[in-house]
């Protein structure tokens, strides 16, 4: 037996295997007998890297499932050596260890403390939100229980031991589980195979403890000199029996209890405070006087505790060859929505059962990977959203008491309006009392005012290009139909598509224009019958000029495909075609060029104004003209338009001015603006707040945030409301209304982004597509008859959802 390298003072402690000749403890299998468990290519010499929740878990399950199994688990500390102290795991979870393994889910029932509560202090004021329903252990109890099982099942334990490298592991044993955490060294070893990225982010924290059992989770809020700190809580240890919360501490460890206390606060503040200076000692000492009220003046503790920056751990691959990611190494997710070791354990249950359904090894890696990542990156992206809502945590300080909480329960969008009125409406309720949202009214149902036009809901039918004018840009029956369908649909303001201020700064010749007379006639109508037929909707025309990517086919021919003949020529600010020898390279335009241009959206502003449009957006995202010159990426001129972020705005801005001028005073402009271009030197969510800044400054009513379609090699961050946190973002940190827009789908979204005071007014697409009364039936779905949904006079007979069949039908008592 050899000593780890390192630790060879005090050796390594080797548990669980049973001796020569003593029977295999008795593991009942789940699924086939382990008779069936034959075929070949099915892994019986397991090893096992890194001692956490997730790799003991797999090690147990594995050893059950089939105890013919060698599985060795590695671990460079101690039994008892873990970092933090409580864990938390959900319902969902433990259901699933109940079921893979009712012996562990056992033990782990008897110690979890359970709480409903979250408690949120903001300048004084304690808002509490309940039924919420969480479960919690501490740490080093959770891996006792697991060593106790896998030591029941066989499984061999080394502690204080080093594992053997990656390549070595690979060739001796069947399986290789890497359960290392984020630093993972096989992860490492194996780098070129997994691709992992690793993003570093801009707070730091320390986990800490206190002696007291929280009676909620808490979250509590300090503004110092330095900036904002933030404390998470919550309780991991029950109060000893006997224990009164009215008496004094005995001294006994835990007798009052345990909680787990995570600190958090961004770099420039931890460094202006001088944490990181500060030994374990002097940083809880710190804290603890800092949060002294939540602490009700106990002590904080440390267990080798350091002040670090969370790191988000993504990998393209999870497996390679006989290798396997689990937990941290695969992925990790920010510490606040309290899922490391709930995915740890996941990860452990689904590679076990992969393992069990495919007999090849290939096969089964693959099924868990398929599996598992769309859970991880669904999770990942909630992490993210949360993450950064306690990084901008300081722009949210001034927000009221009530709205404040709510936006921190609805922070990374998986808790929402809809869902916490389920757990507590009274909470919901006084929220929307402090907001002066009307009984009986949701969020989204109520008036917002821009400039001299009151819409009478916060729903928006987002721009969408329909490419179905005719060949001279002139809008038709179509149009009618579309745009009058969904004015009819009860939505607060009704957009068109990019209306093309010229034929040569179309997208595609199927695009609608407003260049001519016949354009401004044909839009009159469009704009009547939708007044007409729907008193209190508001249309408005979004001008734009499609610059390098125009001169292409209908998107249902080729997106971004030229023309197969007939091309027009194409200007930019920069010689760049949109896809090299794939589209055509513009023409930067000149002196005479950008005036001509300037022109050419005054007079189709003019246009608008008299064609009846109630509001009027510049488009200034998605690589169209516009955006091109705001986009280092697109502009590389090095005149006067080009080069800082100033110069690169003075053409768009001098485009706003001019139009502004001609566009009636009372009706409002907006701008549409990409917020990131979603690739390395383009813009950033700080160049959005700047250029944001700008428009309004020279008389924008509120900026519509998109994002991205700037560059055609783009990596967005897809998921549901993706786009939602740079609207937030400019909202907050400028206090100008902002459209949000981006994957918005359901009726809660907009409810809850309305609320939480991330956006005024919510823009969807799709959702109108599929549904040109989405508004309607959303205020039917949520049994409003207010006066912000009207139903239209021929429709009002079906605004009730009707019958759905015989399960609506009353049922008889049967039974006594």
């Known amino acids: 037996m050899t000593t780890a390298p390192g630790h060879a003072d005090q050796g390594h402690v080797d548990q669980g295997r049973p001796a020569p000749g003593r029977p295999v403890p008795d593991r009942p299998a789940l699924g086939r007998p382990a008779s069936d468990r034959s075929a070949p290519g099915r892994p019986l010499r397991i090893a096992v890297v890194g001692g956490g929740p997730g790799g003991l878990y797999a090690a147990a399950l594995l050893a059950r499932l089939d105890p013919r199994r060698e599985i060795t688990v590695w671990e460079r500390g101690s039994p008892d050596e873990t970092f933090g102290f409580g864990v938390v795991l959900s319902d969902e979870t433990l259901g699933g260890i109940e079921h893979a393994d009712p012996a562990v889910y056992a033990a782990l029932r008897e110690e979890f403390v359970r709480w409903d509560d979250i408690d949120v202090t903001h300048r004084g004021h304690v808002l509490t939100s309940g039924g919420h329903g969480f479960a919690a252990l501490g740490r080093r109890r959770l891996l006792r ?112 209890g345990a909680s787990t206390v995570i600190i958090e606060t961004r770099e420039e503040v931890w460094r202006g405070a001088g944490l990181d200076q500060c030994t374990e000692r002097e940083s809880t000492e710190r804290c603890a006087k800092l949060f002294t009220d939540a602490l009700g003046g106990h002590a904080l503790r440390g267990n080798h505790s350091q002040w670090t920056a969370f790191r988000t751990v993504v990998n393209e691959r999870w497996s390679h060859g006989n290798t396997v990611l689990i937990g941290d190494a695969a992925h990790t997710a920010h510490f606040s929505i309290g899922s490391g070791t709930k995915l740890a354990v996941e990860d452990a249950l689904a590679l076990a059962a992969c393992l069990e359904e495919h007999p090849a090894l290939p096969d089964a890696l693959a099924a868990y990977e398929a599996e598992r990542r769309p859970v991880v990156e669904s999770t990942q992206r909630a992490a993210r959203a949360s993450l950064e809502w306690f990084e901008n945590l300081e722009l949210y300080l001034d927000q009221p008491p009530g709205q404040f909480a709510f ?162 020529p194409l200007v930019a600010p920069s010689p760049l075609p949109y896809r090299p020898g794939v589209n055509q390279t513009p023409h930067a335009l000149d002196a005479t060029g950008l005036a001509a241009v300037r022109d050419q959206f005054v007079r189709a502003a003019e246009r608008a104004a008299r064609a009846g449009f109630d509001l009027l957006e510049l488009h200034c995202a998605h690589g169209y003209l516009l955006s091109g010159f705001l986009s280092p990426l697109t502009n590389h001129r090095t005149d006067a338009y080009g080069g800082t972020l100033d110069a690169r705005l003075r053409y768009p801005l001098e485009v706003f001015d001019a139009v502004r001028a001609v566009w009636p005073d009372d009706r409002p402009m907006t701008v549409r603006i990409s917020a990131t271009d979603w690739a390395d030197g383009g813009t950033t969510a700080d160049d959005a707040v700047a250029i944001a800044a700008a428009f309004t400054a020279h008389g924008a009513d509120a900026i519509d945030v998109s994002t991205g379609q700037v560059v055609p090699d783009e990596v967005p961050a897809y998921g549901r409301s993706y786009q939602t946190p740079y609207a937030d973002r400019v909202r907050n940190e400028l206090g100008v209304p902002v459209i949000a827009v981006g994957a918005i789908s359901s009726w809660d979204d907009v409810n809850s982004l309305i609320l939480a005071g991330r956006a005024d007014l919510c823009a969807l697409a799709r959702p109108h597509l599929y549904d040109p009364h989405w508004t309607l039936h959303a205020a039917a779905d949520q049994n409003y008859t207010g006066p912000a949904a009207p139903w239209p006079l021929p429709y009002r007979a079906g605004s009730r959802t009707p019958p759905t069949g015989r399960t609506d039908a009353p049922r008889p008592r049967l039974a006594l």
């Not at 691709?195 to 989770?217: G, K, Q, S």
């Open 145 to 256: 229980i697991l060593h106790e099982r896998c030591q029941a099942l066989g499984v061999r334990l080394r502690f204080r031991a080093q594992a053997p490298p990656a390549e070595q592991l690979s060739r001796t044993y069947d399986l290789v589980i890497a359960a290392d955490g984020a630093g993972s060294a096989i992860r490492q070893a194996y780098a070129d195979a997994f691709r992992p990225r690793v993003t570093t982010h801009r707070c730091r924290y320390i986990w800490l403890a206190a002696d007291i059992a929280f009676d909620a989770f808490r979250f509590e809020i300090a503004e110092t000199e330095h900036g904002v700190m933030q404390l998470h809580g919550y309780p991991y240890a029950r109060p000893s029996p006997g224990h009164h919360p009215s008496s004094k501490p005995s001294g006994l460890p835990h007798s009052l």
């Open 407 to 568: 936006n921190l329960l609805t922070r990374s969008r998986r808790v929402t309006h809809d869902n916490l009125r389920l757990r507590d409406a009274e909470f919901v309720e006084a929220v929307e009392r402090e907001a002066a949202v009307p009984a009986a009214t949701p969020p989204m149902f109520t008036p917002f005012r821009l400039r001299g036009l009151t819409l009478r809901n916060r729903v928006v039918v987002s721009p969408m290009d329909m490419y179905s004018a005719a060949h001279d840009g002139t809008p038709g029956d179509f149009h009618l139909v579309h745009l009058g369908g969904r004015a009819l649909g009860g939505a607060g303001l009704v957009m068109t598509e990019m209306v093309c201020v010229s034929p040569e700064g179309r997208i595609t010749p199927g695009c609608t224009g407003l260049y001519a007379d016949a354009h401004e006639t044909a839009w009159r109508r469009v704009t009547d019958f939708a007044h007409a037929q729907s008193p209190g909707v508001a249309v408005g025309v979004q001008l734009g000029h499609s610059g390098r990517k125009g001169s292409t086919r209908l998107m249902w021919e080729g997106i971004d495909t030229p023309l197969p003949h007939g091309n027009w």
